[in-house]
Nanobody, 120 residues
Framework: QVQLVESGGGLVQPGGSLRLSCAAS????????VGWYRQAPGKQRELVAS???????NYTDSVKGRFTISRDNAKNMVYLQMNSLKPEDTAVYYC??????????????WGQGTLVTVSS
């Protein structure tokens, strides 16, 4: 069974930093694009950052210059370094991956989410 597990969320003061991790496990042959999404209370889920297998990344405007997405292909890990956090970054953060399985083709998988709360 293929799954994504996020970790690293928590409570942080405005201006602080957190690093989220997303671990992929299972019969994975290759991970293609990976995205970090977030959903704040009462709002739609939005794409925050994405990275493809070659390493190119994109960010939503509100996090440019503050967040950095990276990946370790050997470990099937993706990270989101979040600096200069603001209260409006408060949300549940989800990892999403498009991947190829060893035996049975392609799959899109979501993690269960990790809560980030930015508050003084």
């Amino acid at each position: 069974q293929v799954q994504l597990v996020e970790s690293g969320g928590g409570l942080v003061q405005p201006g602080g930093s957190l690093r989220l991790s997303c671990a992929a496990s299972g019969s994975i042959f290759r991970i293609y694009a990976v995205g970090w999404y977030r959903q704040a209370p009462g709002k739609q889920r939005e794409l925050v950052a994405s990275i493809i297998s070659g390493g190119s990344s994109n960010y939503t405007d509100s996090v440019k210059g503050r967040f950095t997405i990276s990946r370790d292909n050997a470990k099937n890990m993706v990270y989101l370094q979040m600096n200069s956090l603001k209260p409006e970054d408060t949300a549940v953060y989800y990892c999403n991956a498009h991947l190829e399985l060893v035996l049975t083709g392609y799959l899109e998988v979501w993690g269960q989410g990790t809560l980030v709360t930015v508050s003084s």
